[in-house]
């Protein structure tokens, strides 16, 4: 007599794999692509500051190379609060008070960030003399600064609601921003470098400008959304007053922190305190910024057979302009090294 033939079932674990993948999928698209909007806008900016002019170009680069530090710690500091809101989530009981909690204290830590950096920033003419830049070249970093700056908080803002919104599974809310964000970049750059649409040209701080305004278009667009969803709304997420929190917000810290310190330790490392390549492929035609202008080269060799100093990452240009301006030595900037006797002598 023969056995009975036996229906071969498909594993579980194959199954539960492939709705994890789906899931995962799901979430995550939207935010790969709200994060190519948010460099496109970057890429942006260097466009129209190219075809306003190449030195407008390098002064584009360089101030955001004094940007950047500040801005990639905040970034690492509120994306802790993802898995922090996760595990409020999950642990049940009151999860919107306690993860309305949580988001107060990314955004409270996201405005003190902003604060800290305008204050270092406020000098950046003197401090890019400190350092040995040109004065015209300094100058109009600190003008392009004047309009740049202040999109600090809006965008750390953006960054930690989107942590929410993911946690909560509502992705597609920042896609939106992002998009919405990279047009209306474009199209305020255009009128506010160039004078169209009816503004006024205000050049190289109209690119500033114009990214600080998106970048807070970003942010109400997630404070419009968790009014318009049903379950944001009842969270109540960026309902005033924020009130700190000194448990969440330590956590916070505790967590973010180290994020935020590698992230800006790995860029640092890969990045000079100068104008990009590209932007110094463009600026060798402009006479005035030649002389700090130079594409990565390798290290050569001296006549007393040591190396030239290695480049800088932004971080550390940086921290040294801030200690240079304690030290007092801001208001006497040392001269460009080709501009020196000995320099035309060994010339």
Known sequence: MSAAPQTVRPRAGAGAFRRALAATLALSWPLVLANLAVNAMTATDYMMLGWLSPRALAVGALG??????????????????????SAQLGAGGDAAESLRRASQQAFLSALAIAAVTWIALIETTPFLAAIGELPDLARDV??????????????????????????LERPRPTLVAGLAGVAFNAVANYALVFGKFGMPALGIIGSGLATTLAQTLMFAILVAASLVDPRMRRLRLFALPWLLARREFFALWRLGLPIGAAIVAARSGFSRPQPSSSACSAARRSKPIRSRC????????????SARRRPLGSATLLARAIRLRFRGRVDRPSASPRSSPSFRRRR
Not at 69 to 83: N, Y
Request: charged share 10%; no cysteine.
């Open 64 to 85: 955001f190379n004094l940007y950047q530090p500040a801005f990639l710690l905040g970034i690492g500091l509120v994306a802790a609060l993802s898995p922090i809101a």
């Open 142 to 167: 600190g003008t392009y600064m004047r309009g740049f700056q202040w999109g600090l908080a809006p965008n750390l803002l953006f960054f930690a609601g989107r942590s929410v919104f993911a946690a």
């Open 294 to 305: 130079r594409l990565p080269r390798s290290p050569s060799w001296s006549r007393w057979g």
